[in-house]
């Protein structure tokens, strides 16, 4: 297997554009969690889905950042409209069900201007 | 926040050295895990300790657990200039099935 894809790697866009981030989990994992890392907040939990399900989103900041899993090999986030401050590295990550090991994809570092 | 603690934020030593971080954390877990990260790299998963279990070994890793005190410890021994990451504790648990919680981290620095 791949791991987990995220796409784009880097994000450049201006003040008040939609931004939209893609993740593919592994194959067969159950759990989809999306982060955001900066220097300041360190490592926050967005949201997470459990078999497509959204679980959790209490950690989505405001209602500019929207998430969505339509099927078991895909999820969005996105963020309309951008602000700098939403300017940070954006993780995705799987997990075969939950509370058990967690991978990562790449990251997509956003940057908004 | 459920998000613990971890001390030191940073942490120097020389190649050969054991490292020793600490997490501590706020709500009842299912287990606690800890992850890798390279400078500009996703975390990498290295170890997963069960609430009841105590102690875990991995190569030169060793984890230590007390519920009681809802800490944990991950010590890297005779460390390397490859160890040299950012170390995090994840928490497992609370009331929301699935949820996985991060520390802020501590930043290993492994001087050659």
């Known amino acids: 297997d791949a791991g987990v894809i995220q796409s784009p790697r880097h994000e450049v866009t201006e003040m008040g554009q939609e931004v939209t981030l893609r993740c593919k989990p592994i194959s067969g994992h159950n759990s989809l969690f999306w982060y955001r890392q900066t220097m300041m907040r360190g490592l926050e939990l967005l949201i997470y889905?459990?078999?497509?399900?959204?679980?959790?989103d209490s950690g989505m900041p405001e209602d500019r950042f929207s998430a969505k899993m339509p099927n078991a090999s895909f999820s969005t986030l996105k963020i309309q409209p951008s602000e700098p401050r939403d300017s940070a590295v954006y993780f995705c990550a799987s997990s075969s069900q939950g509370w058990t090991e967690a991978f990562f994809g790449q990251g997509t570092r956003l940057t908004v201007v | 926040s459920q998000q613990g603690e971890e001390d030191p934020q940073a942490l120097s030593i020389q190649e050969g050295e054991n490292a020793t971080m600490n997490c501590s954390y706020k709500t009842s877990i299912n287990n606690l895990q800890w992850y890798r990260q390279n400078s500009g790299r996703g975390l990498v998963h290295l170890i997963l300790?069960?609430?009841?279990?105590r102690e875990k070994h991995s190569g030169r890793l060793r984890v230590t657990l007390d519920t009681s005190k809802k800490s944990s410890s991950l010590l890297i021994t005779a460390s390397r200039a490859a160890d040299t990451a950012s170390y995090f504790c994840?928490?497992?648990?609370?009331?929301?099935?699935?949820?996985?919680?991060f520390g802020q981290g501590t930043i290993l620095t492994v001087h050659p």
């Open positions: 889905f459990n078999n497509n399900v959204p679980i959790d």
């Open positions: 994840a928490f497992a648990g609370g009331t929301s099935y699935g949820k996985l919680t």
């Open positions: 300790i069960r609430s009841n279990e």
